[in-house]
């Protein structure tokens, strides 16, 4: 019994991190099909601070994705140096910020 509990739980663990590295790559190539690439990348910095500096200043803060997904809409600078992001609404949709914005926290 505890054998086939283990396998049970290894299938599902092993399923849901398949599942969550699909989600990843799906918001990544929406934030290609954006236009964010452009400007960011996951790991360095380009244009704009690489994803991963993104995730690790906001986390911890409970109302970061808020914060974040207004920053993404509205643009603004002076957070990461004096090039200005531009405002992505209404070329982006809101859920796919949302989606972005979440998917970067979680790196």
Do not use: R
């Amino acid at each position: 019994m505890k054998v086939l509990f283990s396998a049970i739980t290894a299938a599902v663990l092993l399923t849901a991190g398949q599942a969550q590295a699909a989600d990843a790559a799906a918001a990544k190539a929406l934030a290609q099909k954006s236009g964010c690439l452009a400007c960011h990348s996951v790991d360095a910095k380009v244009l704009g601070p690489a994803y991963k500096d993104v995730a690790a200043k906001y986390k911890g803060d409970k109302s970061a994705e808020g914060k974040l997904i207004d920053k993404v809409k509205k643009g603004g600078s002076g957070v990461w140096g004096n090039i200005p992001m531009p405002a992505n609404s209404p070329q982006v949709k809101d859920e796919d910020i949302k989606t972005i914005v979440e998917w970067i926290l979680a790196l």
